[in-house]
Structure formats: structure tokens, C-alpha cells
């Protein structure tokens, strides 16, 4: 996958280190480490499962699947139905996955970022909806929704 651009700089910060990787502004010097000025590293957060495990890889695979083929078709093809349909799948994916998580709470609308941000919307989206399914029934219909909506694209 190409993202167009590379991360200037990268930090990892570890309990003891911290390490700048990548260009530091000065010719040559590609990596440098310092001290950390903290002693410690506690936990920002602890994720609790309130539900088992379901497994989601049909789900992942076919929007994968979905989205190598957006990146892959042509503009003509985005512009006539492509990008809407992963767009309105990307909306419904987002949407099902807020609802699952806040049911009290009405969804945010998915932007749209334009036909060439559509293959990373629906990967995102369908990311965010397979943390929070819990049984496979609720996998299967997202599955039968993403094929659906390729066969629409005709990608």
C-alpha cells in the first residue's frame, strides 16, 4: 500500500527511553535517543471486553478485497458509481458500529473525503464496526453488505 508521502519523524517512547527516528533536519543524522524526562510509563487506558471474541476476518478480507479494487480501477470508474457506493458503504458500516457502540446516542455522519479517500474510508470503517460485533450473525450481514456493494460499483 502507498499513503503519497512518508512521516518525517517517528517517536517511540518506551518506560526508561525515548528515540526520534527518522530526519532530524541535519545531513547524515537519521536517528538520535535521549532521556526520557519521566521515570514511569502507566497505562493510558485498559480495554475491557464485555463480550467474547468474534472472529471478523471474512469481514476484514472483503472489504480488503473491495478496497484493492477501488485503488485499482480507474478514475472513469470511481466517478460513475464507484466512490458513491463505497462511500454510502463506508456511511452504513460507520454508522452500525456507533449504534453498537453508544445505542443511546445518534450516529455521526461519515464526510465525504472525495472518490480517492473512498477504499480508505470503508477500510476504516469496517475496522471500527469489527471491534465492537459480537456475534457472527452480525458478521455475516456486514459481509453480504460489502458484497453487495462491490457488485454495485462494478469494481
Known amino acids: 500500500m502507498q499513503w503519497g508521502m512518508r512521516a518525517s519523524m517517528l517517536r ?10 527518522g530526519a532530524s533536519g541535519r545531513k547524515g543524522d537519521v536517528s538520535r535517543s ?4 519521566c521515570l514511569s510509563v502507566r497505562p493510558l487506558a485498559t480495554v475491557a471486553y464485555a463480550h467474547g471474541v468474534v472472529d471478523t476476518t471474512r469481514l476484514t478480507r472483503a472489504v480488503d478485497h473491495f478496497a484493492d479494487r477501488l485503488r485499482a480501477a480507474p478514475q472513469s470508474r470511481l466517478q460513475r458509481n464507484g466512490a458513491a457506493e463505497a462511500l454510502a458503504l463506508a456511511r452504513e458500516l460507520a454508522r452500525r458500529a456507533q449504534l453498537l457502540e ?20 470503508i477500510t476504516v470503517a469496517v475496522h471500527d464496526l469489527a471491534l465492537v460485533l459480537v456475534d457472527e ?19
Request: aromatic share 8%.
Open 102 to 121: 453508544a445505542p443511546g446516542v445518534e450516529p455521526r455522519e461519515m464526510p465525504d473525503a472525495g472518490m480517492f479517500a473512498a477504499a480508505d474510508q
Open 137 to 155: 450473525g452480525q458478521v455475516a450481514d456486514a459481509v453480504r453488505l460489502v458484497e453487495e456493494a462491490q457488485k454495485r460499483a462494478g469494481v
Open 34 to 37: 535521549f532521556r526520557s524526562p
Open 12 to 21: 517511540w517512547v518506551s518506560s526508561e527511553r525515548t528515540w526520534d527516528i
